[in-house]
């Protein structure tokens, strides 16, 4: 048994996780909290449950880890009396993927409390389960178009984990978040880690936006080399586009508005591609402090058109 099992219980019977060359499984992590833009995070966890085979294998102890006073739980009121309670999760279940791999799905609320006590208990589950990789998601808001391809920024502790997926540029501090301090600590202690933050446009952070969901399976599949399914996730985004474009088809102010983003959003990907090293296209490799003032010039940018004067927060 691990050491931190005071935070969580183990629910039997455990299946065996490990495929049949006796590879471990990965450990895929979305925890809600610090910023989960277009619910993006939520999302995958819920798809990934309802579409595959899932097993629920340990549960968090949220008395001990979520703080309810700054993120009240719900209560449904029906006419004379309450009837219901969202009853707050931190779960991880054992996954099966389309091809029969299992894998591991840490989902549910972002620890407020105890994150060293969090971290250290996941990492000895990983333990536990023989865990060869972990991987992080993430979702932020930033000034990007919904009429643009849906991207996200990768990241892991060997840049070789995501050879042929896109990094951010320079270097910044960010806000801390525990699936971020995951990220590092799976690392410390030996475990491959990465994560994506998926990018979702500013003006639809605050409604579910499947695309992002879409990109998130879909970079876990290729990193994973997991079969997931995406074709409901697919149609939803179609449909979700479509909506959405048909909602400020006669509004002009947005019209305008969508249309400077794009104009922002192709310029930066002309000056990215080809100057990324994960992903060169042919072209003379600009330097680093190119790279990092284009990037710095980008954000700046988005902290002028919302007012805020700051950049985006990026969650890990």
């Given at each position: 048994?691990?050491r931190h099992s005071?935070?969580?219980r183990?629910?039997?019977?455990?299946?065996?996780?490990r495929?049949?060359?006796?590879?471990?499984p990965?450990l895929?992590?979305?925890?809600?909290?610090?910023?989960?833009?277009?619910q993006?995070i939520?999302?995958?966890?819920?798809?990934l449950?309802?579409?595959l085979?899932?097993?629920?294998?340990?549960?968090f102890?949220?008395?001990?880890?979520?703080d309810?006073?700054?993120?009240?739980?719900?209560?449904?009121?029906?006419f004379?009396?309450?009837?219901?309670?969202?009853?707050?999760?931190?779960?991880?279940h054992?996954?099966?993927a389309?091809?029969?791999?299992?894998?591991?799905?840490?989902s549910?609320?972002?620890p407020?409390?105890?994150w060293?006590?969090?971290?250290?208990?996941?990492?000895?589950?990983?333990?536990?389960f023989?865990?060869r990789?972990s991987i992080?998601?993430?979702?932020m808001?930033?000034?990007?178009?919904?009429?643009r391809?849906?991207?996200?920024?990768?990241?892991?502790?060997?840049?070789?984990?995501?050879?042929?997926?896109?990094?951010?540029?320079?270097?910044?501090?960010?806000?801390?978040?525990?699936?971020?301090?995951?990220?590092?600590?799976?690392?410390?202690?030996?475990?491959?880690s990465a994560?994506?933050?998926v990018?979702?446009?500013?003006?639809?952070?605050?409604t579910?936006?499947?695309?992002a969901?879409?990109n998130?399976?879909?970079n876990?599949?290729?990193l994973?080399?997991?079969?997931?399914?995406?074709?409901g996730?697919?149609?939803?985004?179609?449909e979700?586009?479509a909506?959405?474009?048909?909602?400020?088809?006669?509004?002009?102010e947005?019209l305008?508005a969508v249309?400077?983003?794009?104009k922002?959003?192709?310029?930066?990907?002309?000056?990215?591609?080809?100057?990324?090293?994960?992903?060169?296209?042919g072209k003379?490799?600009?330097?680093?402090?190119?790279?990092?003032?284009?990037?710095?010039?980008f954000?700046?940018q988005?902290a002028?058109?919302?007012g805020?004067?700051?950049g985006?927060?990026?969650?890990?």
């Amino acid at each position: 048994m691990a050491r931190h099992s005071d935070l969580y219980r183990m629910i039997e019977p455990v299946p065996d996780l490990r495929s049949e060359d006796g590879r471990g499984p990965v450990l895929v992590h979305g925890l809600e909290g610090f910023s989960d833009a277009g619910q993006a995070i939520q999302g995958v966890a819920e798809h990934l449950r309802e579409t595959l085979d899932s097993q629920l294998i340990v549960e968090f102890d949220v008395d001990e880890l979520v703080d309810y006073r700054s993120r009240r739980p719900h209560l449904k009121y029906s006419f004379d009396r309450f009837s219901e309670y969202d009853q707050p999760t931190i779960q991880l279940h054992a996954v099966k993927a389309t091809d029969g791999t299992s894998f591991l799905l840490l989902s549910g609320l972002e620890p407020d409390l105890k994150w060293d006590g969090f971290t250290n208990s996941v990492i000895d589950l990983a333990a536990t389960f023989g865990v060869r990789m972990s991987i992080g998601l993430g979702a932020m808001p930033l000034g990007v178009p919904h009429t643009r391809p849906t991207n996200s920024s990768a990241h892991a502790s060997d840049v070789d984990l995501i050879q042929g997926f896109t990094a951010w540029p320079g270097e910044f501090s960010v806000p801390g978040n525990v699936t971020s301090l995951l990220e590092l600590r799976m690392a410390e202690h030996g475990i491959p880690s990465a994560g994506f933050t998926v990018h979702v446009p500013q003006y639809l952070s605050q409604t579910a936006y499947p695309a992002a969901v879409l990109n998130l399976v879909d970079n876990v599949s290729r990193l994973a080399d997991l079969e997931l399914p995406t074709t409901g996730l697919e149609k939803a985004a179609e449909e979700f586009t479509a909506q959405v474009n048909a909602q400020i088809e006669n509004n002009h102010e947005v019209l305008t508005a969508v249309e400077l983003m794009e104009k922002q959003y192709d310029q930066f990907m002309e000056t990215r591609l080809g100057s990324d090293s994960l992903n060169p296209g042919g072209k003379p490799l600009p330097s680093g402090d190119e790279i990092g003032a284009e990037f710095e010039r980008f954000l700046a940018q988005q902290a002028e058109d919302d007012g805020s004067g700051r950049g985006p927060e990026m969650n890990g």
